[in-house]
Structures are given as C-alpha cells and as structure tokens.
C-alpha cells in the first residue's frame, strides 16, 4: 500500500468477521471503523469520509438498495469505494455489483486473509 492511510468503513452484523476484518485490515496498515448494525450507516459514512465501504448487504434491518441507491447519489461520496462483503453466491453478488454500481464483491468464504490486497487493488 502506498504512504497514504486509506480509512475503510466495515458494516457487518457478524461481530466475528467484523473483528477478523477489521484485524487483518488495521495490520495492512489501514485505518478501520465499524458497524455492526445498519441503523446511522449514511450518518457516519458522512461524518468518518471513508475511502472504502466494505458491507454485508445480507444484514437483518438493512434495506440494502435504499443504502446503496443513497449513497451513489451522494455527491459527496462520489469517490467512495464500495466493497460487497456477504455469504452469497458470488454470482449473485457480481450482478449486484453490476446493477448498483459497485466496485466490487468479497464473499466471506473465500480466503480472508486475502482481504487487505483485494482492497488494495482499488487504490
């Protein structure tokens, strides 16, 4: 990873990949914030100005197109990269990805430890 500390904002109701994720990522050498439940997403990502959203879109309370739809017509998050992080099918995932504009998809039952360099290539 480059000089510049990238911020990545993690939105997960599983406190255990959430705490993996964040672990791997604070020792790449990013600076992580969290969320565990959906409620204050839009305020936060406002407020902490991520350079990457990493979210489980599958979380029970989360009206996931609403968030992705409110956060794309933001332009204040116009440069925000956007991360699906699920237990779904990666083919499903892709067409979300391809339907929202999303950069991408990391599905949790691939390699975690993958994660920090799958980020990176966004930079």
């Known amino acids: 990873m480059s000089g510049e500390k990238r911020k990545v904002m993690i939105l997960d109701d599983n406190i255990i990949s959430l705490m993996i994720a964040e ?40 009206a996931a197109d609403d968030l992705l739809d409110t956060i794309r017509a933001a332009q204040e998050h116009e440069d925000l990269i956007i991360v699906l992080y699920s237990d779904m099918e990666a083919e499903r995932l ?28 966004f930079f």
């Open 23 to 62: 672990e791997l990522l604070v020792a790449h050498g990013y600076e992580v914030v969290k969320m565990s439940a959906p409620h204050g997403c839009v305020a936060k990502l406002d407020y902490e100005m991520p350079d990457v959203l990493l979210v489980d879109i599958a979380m029970p309370r989360l």
């Open 94 to 121: 892709e067409k979300i990805c391809h339907a929202k504009d999303i950069n991408g998809y990391f599905c949790k039952s691939m390699d975690i430890t993958k994660l920090p360099e799958f980020i990176d290539r």
